[in-house]
Each structure stands twice: as structure tokens, then as C-alpha cells.
């Protein structure tokens, strides 16, 4: 394991605000750790900062030193990207400051800030950005690559309603991205992933929502399960605006309160429909879900904006053995239901599912070209193949399971790639895939601000050919 010796350490404490953590400090275990608990990465030092000096000031000693970065913001990212073993973790945690102007429905939140305390500040004046569904999950990686949930359908991705960002590029520079302000930067910044800097402060545009909201949560036996898809494959495209869906494929019936306690664990497939223009709009809404199979719990309540963004968290707990497949469906159609039938009995662990969101409505109002996001503005299925266990031989097999069943899904996909916030390092090719035509203009952004690919461990965009290692930075736009 290489090692930053003390006398280095030193020389960077003197120009950095924040805490270094070092493989011989007690904190060091858990500053390491990531949602990911299949993931055990040893970094020679991790760099708590405190602002964007501290970010410009690891940089330069790692530049230095020649070693590896990475960042981390929520450490959410399931491949463990946020930690790279031997080398320096810019580590954005304390970066967790949310300033709310309600007035002009902005906010302002540091690049370390999580959905759980995002919501906590905007939820106190009824407006939310439309972000992801697992409270714990950090805003940089999920914005950056996209940032699919609840609101999707209604505002759009977490990317589409990004304002601006302050960014740290690998020489240390830092530069607001706006629509004004370098505009290269920001285009690529929404969708683009964390290839092009350290982003330590984002500015959102909200949108009125909650406190309360209604919920109606639906959940069939796994033997129903093919006229189950089915319908809901005809309804779910149906449902109105004003609503929200999670549809949980294979997903056992949720530990909560509205599930009655001899089902919760149950295997079956759940349907989670939020709704946001009251309790009448919900009820007409839900209505054609009633005609199809009967559901062996239905249940419809209203309930706080801040609890639906946490009602899959105990599905996926912070330390959870995990192990993500994706690829995006433009139908279900009955090949694709009858090998999710097929398949879904053989998973090893009752936590495996198939995590899926119809993207449609507001997020394919956004014309292509707008954000540098890795997927067709087209309505489709965005299908995660979700591996989770809570003991490592049963992650192994059912790693192999989704493999197995990506592979059997890949001919229906719209393309090999997939959403960007899904791939693991390393698939350079579905990294391609993902982004289409708009990976020539991303390698082209990657080469005039990181040339030297300094921020490679995510969907790693390569700086276009001439401009890469070695290169220098191009003067901004």
C-alpha cells in the first residue's frame, strides 16, 4: 500500500483548512467506508476540505507526488469510484451547507450536501429539487450524471435544474458554470458525470412541493407476477401529470408501516405512485391500477414530502453488499416480461430486484442538445438490475445472476451504454454508448479542461485524442 509520509502530510496541513486522515489515524476505517459495503478501497490519505482552496491545495500535492484522486461526495456510487486505493480521496462531506431563497426559488448547496439534508432545508418553505429516492445518496454524483426519481417526470433530471456550479478543475482553478459562464463547462457539467472537476458548490432551481403529498403503494404475490408486469406496463405510461412512480420489479413487500406485518418481506413486485396535486387528482389517478390483478396490499396515504424521499432507505442501508446492472428499455415488451419471470425466482438473496423508472413527460421536454445527459430524450424504461445481499456469498451469486440477465435483456435496450450513474469503471465501451453523438463534444470539453484525465475514476470520458496526458489546460470560455 503506498504511504504519504508525515513530513509531506505536514507541508499540506500548512495550506489546507480541513482534516487529513491518514491510514495510522482511529478514523481512518470509517472515513473510508462507502454505501457500498462490498467495496474496501485503502487510500494513502483522505483530504477533508473545507472550501475550493482546500480542493486546489490536494490537487497540487497530489499532482506532486503522483498520485491517484478521487472524489467523494455521498459515496453512493456502487463501484466504489468515490475511494481509490493508494491514493488521495478529496473528500467533500463537510461541504454540506444549504442556503434557500425562497423568494427566488434557488438553493444553494456545497458539493458534499446529501438528499436527506437538501430536502430538510427546502422542504421548510414547500419546495424540493427534483432529485433521487434514497435519502442517504449525495447531490454531486447524482447531478452530475443525470439524477433520476420522484420528480422526473414532473421537472425533470436533478441536471436539468441545475443553475450553476462552482467548479475546481485539475489545475486549481475555479470557475462558475452557467449559462453565462463557461457554458462549455456547464453543458458538460449536467449529464457529463465528475470527468471535468470537483464541483464544491451547486445552485438548483425549486419548484413547489409538499409538505405533504400522497402516496398509493400496491403490492402483488410474485406468482401473479406476469399479469402484473403486464398491466403495469400498460398503465404506468398512463398515469397523469402531477404524479411520480417507482415500480419495483421483484421487489419484496416494503418493512413500513402501511404494509401489514405478515406480508413485509414478502417476494412480489411493488408499485410506489406519488402524488402532488392532492388527494381527489391521486384517487383518479390510481384509479385504472384497480383494474387490473388485485393487489394483495393497497394502501393510499398522505404523507411528508421528506418521508417518500426516505421510504426506500431501509432497502438499501448505508453498508449493504451491492452490485448494479442497467440498460435502458424503450418497451416491455412480452420477451422482456417473460425472461424477468423467468429469472427473477432464481435470485439468491430476497433483497434483488429490478429498480425501474418510466422517464417521460418533463424529462423529454428537454431538447437533446441542452444537457450533455447520456440518454435519448425519448420515453423508455430505465431498468436496474439491482444485486443486494447482506452476505458476500449471496452477493457473488446473484452478481452473476444479473450479469446473466443483462445479457438476456441487451437486445431489447435502446443502447449497450445505459445511465451513466449505473456503470462501472473500466466499460469504456458502454461509457460510449451511453452518451451517442455527444461523445465527440464531451472528449473535446475533457480535453480543454482536464487533459490529463486527472478525474477518470467514473464513466471515464477520454480527452480527445491530441489534447490528452500532458497536455495543458486551454484558457477558459
Same mark, same amino acid.
Given at each position: 500500500?503506498?504511504?504519504?509520509?508525515?513530513?509531506?502530510?505536514?507541508?499540506?496541513?500548512?495550506?489546507?483548512?480541513?482534516?487529513?486522515?491518514?491510514?495510522?489515524?482511529?478514523?481512518?476505517?470509517?472515513?473510508?467506508?462507502?454505501?457500498?459495503?462490498?467495496?474496501?478501497?485503502?487510500? %494513502?490519505?483522505?483530504? /477533508? =476540505?473545507? &472550501?475550493?482552496?482546500?480542493? #486546489? @491545495?490536494?490537487?497540487?500535492?497530489?499532482? *506532486?507526488? !503522483? $498520485?491517484?484522486?478521487?472524489?467523494?461526495?455521498?459515496?453512493?456510487?456502487?463501484?466504489?469510484?468515490?475511494?481509490?486505493?493508494?491514493?488521495?480521496?478529496?473528500?467533500?462531506?463537510?461541504?454540506?451547507?444549504?442556503?434557500?431563497?425562497?423568494? %427566488?426559488?434557488?438553493? /444553494? =448547496?456545497? &458539493?458534499?450536501?446529501?438528499? #436527506? @439534508?437538501?430536502?430538510?432545508?427546502?422542504? *421548510?418553505? !414547500? $419546495?424540493?429539487?427534483?432529485?433521487?429516492?434514497?435519502?442517504?445518496?449525495?447531490?454531486?454524483?447524482?447531478?452530475?450524471?443525470?439524477?433520476?426519481?420522484?420528480?422526473?417526470?414532473?421537472?425533470?433530471?436533478?441536471?436539468?435544474?441545475?443553475? %450553476?456550479?462552482?467548479?475546481?478543475?485539475?489545475?486549481?482553478?475555479?470557475?462558475? @458554470?452557467?449559462?453565462?459562464?463557461?457554458?462549455?463547462?456547464?453543458?458538460?457539467?449536467?449529464?457529463?458525470?465528475?470527468?471535468?472537476?470537483?464541483?464544491?458548490?451547486?445552485?438548483?432551481?425549486?419548484?413547489?412541493?409538499?409538505?405533504?403529498?400522497?402516496?398509493?403503494?400496491?403490492?402483488?404475490?410474485?406468482?401473479?407476477?406476469?399479469?402484473?408486469?403486464?398491466?403495469?406496463?400498460?398503465?404506468?405510461?398512463?398515469?397523469?401529470?402531477?404524479?411520480?412512480?417507482?415500480?419495483?420489479?421483484?421487489?419484496?413487500?416494503?418493512?413500513?408501516?402501511?404494509?401489514?406485518?405478515?406480508?413485509?418481506?414478502?417476494?412480489?413486485?411493488?408499485?410506489?405512485?406519488?402524488?402532488?396535486?392532492?388527494?381527489?387528482?391521486?384517487?383518479?389517478?390510481?384509479?385504472?391500477?384497480?383494474?387490473?390483478?388485485?393487489?394483495?396490499?393497497?394502501?393510499?396515504?398522505?404523507?411528508?414530502?421528506?418521508?417518500?424521499?426516505?421510504?426506500?432507505?431501509?432497502?438499501?442501508?448505508?453498508?449493504?453488499?451491492?452490485?448494479?446492472?442497467?440498460?435502458?428499455?424503450?418497451?416491455?415488451?412480452?420477451?422482456?416480461?417473460?425472461?424477468?419471470?423467468?429469472?427473477?425466482?432464481?435470485?439468491?438473496?430476497?433483497?434483488?430486484?429490478?429498480?425501474?423508472?418510466?422517464?417521460?413527460?418533463?424529462?423529454?421536454?428537454?431538447?437533446?442538445?441542452?444537457?450533455?445527459?447520456?440518454?435519448?430524450?425519448?420515453?423508455?424504461?430505465?431498468?436496474?438490475?439491482?444485486?443486494?445481499?447482506?452476505?458476500?456469498?449471496?452477493?457473488?451469486?446473484?452478481?452473476?445472476?444479473?450479469?446473466?440477465?443483462?445479457?438476456?435483456?441487451?437486445?431489447?435496450?435502446?443502447?449497450?451504454?445505459?445511465?451513466?450513474?449505473?456503470?462501472?469503471?473500466?466499460?469504456?465501451?458502454?461509457?460510449?454508448?451511453?452518451?451517442?453523438?455527444?461523445?465527440?463534444?464531451?472528449?473535446?470539453?475533457?480535453?480543454?479542461?482536464?487533459?490529463?484525465?486527472?478525474?477518470?475514476?467514473?464513466?471515464?470520458?477520454?480527452?480527445?485524442?491530441?489534447?490528452?496526458?500532458?497536455?495543458?489546460?486551454?484558457?477558459?470560455?
Amino acid at each position: 500500500m503506498t504511504s504519504v509520509h508525515a513530513p509531506d502530510a505536514a507541508a499540506l496541513r500548512r495550506a489546507f483548512a480541513g482534516e487529513l486522515v491518514t491510514p495510522a489515524d482511529p478514523g481512518y476505517d470509517t472515513a473510508r467506508a462507502v454505501w457500498n459495503g462490498a467495496v474496501d478501497h485503502r487510500p %494513502a490519505l483522505l483530504a /477533508r =476540505c473545507t &472550501g475550493p482552496e482546500d480542493v #486546489a @491545495a490536494a490537487l497540487d500535492f497530489a499532482r *506532486a507526488r !503522483g $498520485l491517484e484522486v478521487s472524489v467523494r461526495g455521498g459515496g453512493h456510487q456502487t463501484a466504489g469510484a468515490a475511494v481509490c486505493p493508494d491514493g488521495l480521496v478529496l473528500d467533500l462531506t463537510r461541504l454540506d451547507a444549504v442556503r434557500v431563497d425562497p423568494e %427566488a426559488r434557488t438553493v /444553494r =448547496c456545497g &458539493g458534499g450536501t446529501t438528499l #436527506a @439534508a437538501l430536502d430538510a432545508a427546502t422542504q *421548510a418553505y !414547500g $419546495l424540493a429539487v427534483p432529485s433521487g429516492t434514497v435519502s442517504h445518496t449525495g447531490v454531486g454524483g447524482l447531478t452530475l450524471g443525470g439524477g433520476i426519481g420522484w420528480l422526473t417526470e414532473e421537472y425533470g433530471l436533478s441536471c436539468d435544474n441545475l443553475l %450553476a456550479a462552482e467548479t475546481v478543475l485539475a489545475d486549481g482553478r475555479v470557475l462558475r @458554470a452557467a449559462a453565462d459562464q463557461h457554458p462549455e463547462l456547464f453543458w458538460a457539467l449536467r449529464g457529463g458525470g465528475g470527468n471535468f472537476g470537483v464541483v464544491t458548490e451547486f445552485t438548483f432551481r425549486l419548484h413547489p412541493v409538499g409538505p405533504e403529498v400522497q402516496l398509493g403503494l400496491f403490492f402483488w404475490d410474485l406468482a401473479d407476477g406476469d399479469a402484473v408486469l403486464r398491466r403495469l406496463r400498460e398503465t404506468v405510461p398512463e398515469l397523469p401529470p402531477g404524479t411520480g412512480v417507482f415500480t419495483g420489479i421483484g421487489l419484496a413487500a416494503p418493512p413500513m408501516a402501511l404494509v401489514p406485518p405478515e406480508h413485509r418481506g414478502r417476494p412480489g413486485h411493488t408499485l410506489l405512485v406519488a402524488g402532488f396535486d392532492g388527494p381527489e387528482a391521486h384517487a383518479r389517478a390510481l384509479a385504472p391500477l384497480a383494474e387490473g390483478p388485485p393487489a394483495l396490499v393497497e394502501r393510499r396515504a398522505p404523507i411528508p414530502y421528506r418521508y417518500l424521499q426516505r421510504l426506500l432507505d431501509d432497502h438499501a442501508p448505508y453498508g449493504i453488499l451491492a452490485h448494479d446492472r442497467a440498460l435502458p428499455l424503450p418497451v416491455l415488451d412480452d420477451a422482456v416480461l417473460e425472461l424477468l419471470g423467468a429469472q427473477l425466482p432464481r435470485r439468491s438473496s430476497p433483497l434483488t430486484f429490478c429498480p425501474s423508472f418510466r422517464l417521460d413527460g418533463a424529462y423529454i421536454a428537454v431538447p437533446e442538445e441542452d444537457t450533455a445527459f447520456g440518454g435519448a430524450r425519448r420515453p423508455c424504461w430505465v431498468m436496474n438490475i439491482s444485486a443486494l445481499a447482506l452476505e458476500p456469498r449471496r452477493l457473488r451469486a446473484d452478481a452473476a445472476w444479473a450479469a446473466a440477465l443483462w445479457t438476456e435483456l441487451l437486445p431489447y435496450a435502446a443502447n449497450p451504454g445505459g445511465y451513466v450513474n449505473f456503470l462501472a469503471q473500466g466499460e469504456q465501451d458502454r461509457v460510449r454508448a451511453s452518451y451517442g453523438p455527444k461523445y465527440a463534444r464531451l472528449a473535446a470539453a475533457k480535453a480543454r479542461y482536464d487533459p490529463g484525465n486527472v478525474f477518470h475514476r467514473n464513466a471515464n470520458i477520454l480527452p480527445e485524442p491530441g489534447r490528452g496526458a500532458g497536455g495543458a489546460p486551454s484558457p477558459p470560455d
